[in-house]
């Protein structure tokens, strides 16, 4: 290495000696495109890159797609299966689910702001969603049953009502919680 002095000995102090700068370090910078257009998929498994063509990566998004939709449509196609099930056991116990329907007509119409196909409740729809719809019969479900429980095994839940708890899932929580 040359030696230099450094600037304070130019200005009266004592020399010193310093060793040149290292020059910068140069990443290689590539413009080639990341996807390539040839028609099959290259895998370079030392560099781990993956190269597929516009057509191969369109048919696999629709792939994709497709199968959400059809796991969609089951898993709805499910939670309406499970309202009809938790009603017809509310009905069978004697379980008051009228709370959960609109009673009458609801207001409203074709506003201005309204798109698509919206349009308002009618009588005899159900206020929430159908998986809300499945916590809440399904929990009148169970609180009917483990109130039987209660019965059969001589546990007090006289104070257990409405009136003292918020919820429905807080009178389950306290009848298991007794049962327990």
Same mark, same amino acid.
């Given at each position: 290495?040359?030696?230099?002095? !450094?600037?304070? $000995? +130019?200005? =009266?102090? *004592?020399? /010193?000696?310093?060793?040149?700068?290292?020059?910068?370090?140069?990443? @290689?910078?590539?413009?080639?495109?990341?996807?390539?257009?040839?028609?099959?998929?290259?895998?370079?498994?030392?560099?781990?890159?993956?190269?597929?063509?516009?057509?191969?990566?369109?048919?696999?998004?629709?792939?994709?797609?497709? !199968?959400?939709? $059809? +796991?969609? =449509?089951? *898993?709805? /196609?499910?939670?309406?299966?499970?309202?009809?099930?938790?009603?017809? @056991?509310?009905?069978?116990?004697?379980?008051?689910?009228?709370?959960?329907?609109?009673?009458?007509?609801?207001?409203?119409?074709?506003?201005?702001?309204?798109?698509?196909?919206?349009?308002?409740?009618?009588?005899?729809?159900?206020?929430?969603?159908?998986?809300?719809?499945?916590?809440?019969?399904?929990?009148?479900?169970?609180?009917?049953?483990?109130?039987?429980?209660?019965?059969?095994?001589?546990?007090?839940?006289?104070?257990?009502?409405?009136?003292?708890?918020?919820?429905?899932?807080?009178?389950?929580?306290?009848?298991?919680?007794?049962?327990?």
């Amino acid at each position: 290495f040359p030696r230099k002095m !450094a600037a304070n $000995a +130019l200005l =009266g102090g *004592a020399p /010193a000696l310093v060793a040149p700068r290292a020059a910068p370090l140069r990443r @290689k910078t590539t413009t080639k495109p990341r996807v390539s257009t040839t028609p099959r998929a290259a895998v370079d498994l030392a560099s781990g890159t993956v190269d597929f063509s516009l057509g191969q990566g369109a048919g696999a998004l629709g792939i994709v797609i497709g !199968a959400r939709v $059809a +796991l969609v =449509g089951l *898993a709805k /196609a499910g939670i309406g299966g499970n309202v009809k099930k938790y009603t017809a @056991k509310c009905e069978e116990y004697g379980i008051d689910t009228s709370d959960l329907y609109h009673t009458e007509d609801q207001p409203g119409g074709d506003a201005w702001y309204l798109v698509g196909e919206w349009k308002p409740a009618k009588a005899g729809d159900p206020k929430q969603s159908d998986s809300t719809m499945v916590g809440i019969l399904s929990t009148r479900v169970k609180t009917h049953e483990l109130l039987g429980e209660c019965k059969d095994k001589g546990v007090d839940v006289a104070d257990v009502t409405p009136a003292n708890y918020a919820t429905e899932k807080m009178i389950y929580n306290e009848l298991r919680k007794r049962l327990a």
